[in-house]
């Protein structure tokens, strides 16, 4: 199944809305943005994180993502996630508290990031939830599957977020943590799911994942 990325920032907002209204229906976390370590996932800088909420329709949107801190503040990641509701397609993400940068990159405008010594084509989609700011990258599947063969090839990346603002990143450990988020989201076991509101399409089986 193909995905458009407003999809996942949609979701997310549902996320946001769904852990307000219903906190003893989280399963694994309380928000996207701080997901539970998996074990034995970590590798040198890199680690893998699952998080699990309910949205406002009883469904469950799960997450699978490798990340790492940034070299200089560690107030920034670089995260490679994966849904198994979007067929566990890799989605980049750069996050950071709010406040980090004076000018936030807009809808649609171009983040300048290179990864070893190749610019990365990186179209915004601009995302807040609970004071973290996330700048996800809104390229089509081909694209975002290149850049995932990138950060396994490279051994460094780095963000120029203004002239004032440069992340660096580590890709030391990134393949093996972004390989096991991968396959940990292919293993994935859908929850039951019973439909808050009686909502039954063709499209069901995704919806439960």
């Not at 450990?173 to 994935?188: F, K, L, P, V």
């Not at 859908?190 to 509101?197: A, G, K, L, R, S």
Request: some cysteine; aromatic content about 8%.
């Amino acid at each position: 199944m193909m995905y458009r990325h407003y999809e996942i920032t949609t979701l997310r907002q549902w996320a946001s809305i769904a852990i307000l209204s219903l906190p003893s229906m989280v399963i694994a976390q309380e928000r996207l943005g701080a997901g539970l370590p998996m074990p034995n996932a970590s590798d040198i800088g890199w680690r893998v994180e699952y998080s699990s909420v309910v949205l406002g329709d009883g469904s469950h949107l799960n997450e699978y993502r490798a990340l790492a801190n940034d070299t200089f503040s560690g107030n920034a990641q670089l995260v490679v996630a994966f849904y198994p509701r979007f067929n566990c397609a890799p989605n980049a993400t750069l996050q950071f508290p709010d406040g980090v940068v004076d000018n936030i990159p807009a809808d649609d405008s171009l983040l300048n990031v290179v990864v070893g010594s190749e610019h990365v084509v990186w179209p915004v989609t601009m995302d807040s939830i609970d004071g973290v700011v996330m700048l996800s990258n809104a390229s089509d599947s081909a694209n975002q599957q290149a850049l995932w063969e990138l950060l396994d090839e490279s051994s460094r990346a780095s963000v120029l977020l203004d002239v004032e603002v440069k992340l660096q990143f580590s890709l030391l450990g990134s393949r093996a943590s972004i390989a096991d988020a991968h396959e940990r989201c292919m293993t994935h076991q859908p929850q039951e799911w019973t439909p808050v509101i009686n909502q039954v399409s063709a499209d069901q089986d995704d919806w439960e994942r």
